[in-house]
């Protein structure tokens, strides 16, 4: 008995890669995103002034200040990292305003019944923050340098400071983008907003050292994001500058409360049309 021959099969369609899928869809999110901002980037100039602001007259006063321990390094040069850390937090924790007023134009609907998953719509938009957190580093140094601020200009340690910057931008974009989500109005974000940056900024490591904080105030320090972002900048930024908890555990910090209020936001995405 003569064996049938099998007829050639066609080839089985593969589904692609679930990840590269992702991060396709982010990129094209974040294009989105970052075409608004290439149109009018006056936004980018303006918050340079409030930075500008802290190191030139608030800096330049409390140097002369020998009441805040700051190692072997200047008051001034202590504070930049923090004040670029509070360039990025400020920038980033208005970004949940712009979804609502998406949300009012129609736009997030659309998004939203697009093939494009939650976490792509999320990572999206906090790979553009973090690309506005660049820009906003690139001011600092640029202002720290005319300052005559000792700065690393190893290529290593400002690759380190401009990926704990973007990392720092993504997080409280993604944390801005869960307030826009519970509260869908534009009026109660802006006044929750502006009760959060100031207890976000000074209850962190940005301006004093937390060694000099009360107890209570250091247990709080110790879950702001803030203060890893600040003491991962601090140790990579500045020549003679230390990171106390070290750059590898700050990165893991702000990685691990990144992925958990990334799917977070991807859970109450779809609830900003409710």
Sequence with gaps: MTSARLAPQPAAWVEP????????????????ELRKLFRDPTELFTRAIQPVLWLVVFGQVFSRVRGIPTGNISYLAFMTPGILAQSVLFAAI???????WERDLGIVHKLLVSPAKRISLVLGKAVSAGFRGVVQAVIIY??????????RWQPVHIFAVL???A???AIFSTFSLIIACIVKSRERFMGIGQVLTMPLFFASNAIYPIAIMP????????VNPLTYLVDA???QMIVGGESVHGFASDFGIMILIFIVLSAVA???YPTLLR
């Design 17 to 32: 890669n679930a990840v590269a899928q992702v991060w396709r869809e982010t990129f094209a999110i974040a294009n989105v």
């Design 94 to 100: 208005f970004y949940g305003i712009a979804v609502i």
């Design 142 to 151: 640029l202002i720290a340098a005319a300052l005559g601020i000792a700065i």
């Design 163 to 165: 990926a704990g910057v």
């Design 167 to 169: 990392l720092g931008s």
């Design 215 to 222: 107890g209570w105030l250091k247990v709080v320090a110790l």
């Design 233 to 235: 900048l601090r140790g």
């Design 266 to 268: 991807a859970r109450l």
